[in-house]
């Protein structure tokens, strides 16, 4: 009998007494998040990935019935839970572990307790200087950037001028924890640029520069992960980018007949390799697509996890089980407590068909919305989609209306 090889956890890429704290202040997060309640759920990210090694990790997402989820669908949640109540205590378990030598890795900057300490694994000034968008020059060879100009903010006016009859995105180089494209502007025509002084405007304060980029004609564009050891960076995957508009990704899908080139990988493992020799450990996700000419450019870099990290380190069990080839990210809010939702899309994930990465039980935080969060598994395009729709229909009035 062929049987799939086990999971790939976090704590086989991380040295020992390394402990997940993914603790976060809505200050820190405040360009990423768009409700408080985000701070708890984004713990639960992890529990599926995280093996052996300590997580702290709120109640929301580590309920019995969520746990129990997670292991009818195969997967074995984290082994060393630390389960906080509120954010006071959240910090003192990781300070309880510090003192005892362990060492914090995180997604966004951690409260202020932690951040100024010496126990976490990559230093903040070190995590800003590598996720901040002005220092990619540093980091990527210029002729794996697309064409772009930078503007310091005494110069602003020149904006309008930058690629003047072109589409560009215009990003912001900001001081504070930055994803999902919360600060870039897309402006496909020279008149959409009218809107920059209303997008600056609302991030007064948190930026230190412009960067005007040339919008290329890209296609497919991927995420690729990659470990960054104390020897080595290890190529992990990568799930191609699926974007509702430009610059606001919606999810990721890993398919084998549409992975990076070597070109691709070599790049990232060229910048992984410049934030090893800065002092930078554990998992960095890159943005890097192909143009038309097969020609890989470097659009963003995230040394930090990202949203498709637990897909990436699933994914080959995941198809492995049930001889599929194709995952997609499946992310829904569901306007009831979880158990009842979790009831109608059980059988799914007993099939293997459905993945559940993070499950979070609704609080008043959240409107009383519950998320679940994984990704469909299956061997084509359409087989996803019947999948999806099948979902869907089983949950049916629990789901969030723009869900549907």
Not at 107 to 126: C, D, E, F, I, R
Not at 172 to 197: E, H, I, K, Q, S
Not at 347 to 358: C, D, M, Q, S, T
Not at 376 to 387: N, T, W
């Amino acid at each position: 009998m062929n049987v799939p090889k086990a999971p790939l956890a976090l704590d086989a890429l991380f040295p020992e007494r390394t402990l997940i704290a993914p603790l976060t202040t809505m200050d820190a997060a405040r360009r990423i998040f768009t409700g408080a309640f985000r701070l708890d759920a984004v713990t639960g990210n992890y529990l599926t990935i995280a093996g052996k090694m300590p997580l702290i990790c709120s109640r929301d997402v580590a309920t019995s019935e969520i746990l129990d989820f997670f292991r009818l669908s195969g997967l074995e949640p984290a082994e060393n839970l630390y389960i906080y109540r509120d954010q006071e205590e959240a910090i003192g378990y990781a300070k309880q572990l510090i003192v005892r030598g362990w060492r914090a890795i995180y997604l966004y900057p951690p409260p202020p307790p932690l951040g100024s300490g010496q126990g976490l694994v990559v230093p903040l000034p070190l995590y800003f200087y590598l996720n901040g968008k002005a220092n990619i020059d540093d980091l990527v060879n210029e002729e794996d950037l697309p064409p772009h100009v930078s503007v310091g903010l005494d110069n602003l006016e020149t904006v309008k001028d930058v690629f003047r009859e072109r589409a560009v995105f215009i990003k912001g180089c900001a001081n504070v924890a930055t994803g999902a494209g919360a600060d870039v502007l897309y402006c496909p025509a020279l008149d959409a640029r009218a809107g920059f002084p209303e997008w600056l405007s609302a991030r007064s304060g948190s930026l230190s520069g412009i960067r005007v980029e040339l919008a290329l004609d890209i296609d497919p564009s991927w995420c690729i992960n990659v470990a960054i050891g104390d020897e080595e960076s290890i190529y992990l995957g990568a799930a191609i980018q699926l974007f509702e508009k430009p610059a606001r990704q919606e999810g990721s899908r890993i398919d084998p007949d549409k992975a990076p080139s070597e070109e691709a990988v070599r790049i990232a493992l060229g910048i992984a390799e410049k934030g090893r020799r800065l002092g930078f450990r554990g998992i960095a996700g890159f943005d890097i697509g192909e143009d038309m000419s097969g020609k890989a450019f470097v659009f963003d870099l995230n040394f930090r996890f990202v949203s498709s990290t637990g897909q990436v380190l699933l994914h080959d069990w995941a198809v492995g089980r049930v001889k599929a080839r194709v995952s997609e990210s499946w992310n829904k809010f569901v306007v009831c407590p979880l158990s009842p939702a979790l009831n109608r899309i059980r059988e799914f994930a007993e099939k293997g068909i459905f993945v559940p990465l993070r499950l979070y039980e609704g609080t008043p935080l959240s409107g009383n919305r519950s998320l679940i969060t994984g990704f469909i598994v299956a061997d084509s395009a359409r087989e996803k989609k019947i999948i999806d729709d099948r979902m869907k229909e089983a949950l049916g009035s629990f789901l969030e209306r723009e869900n549907k």
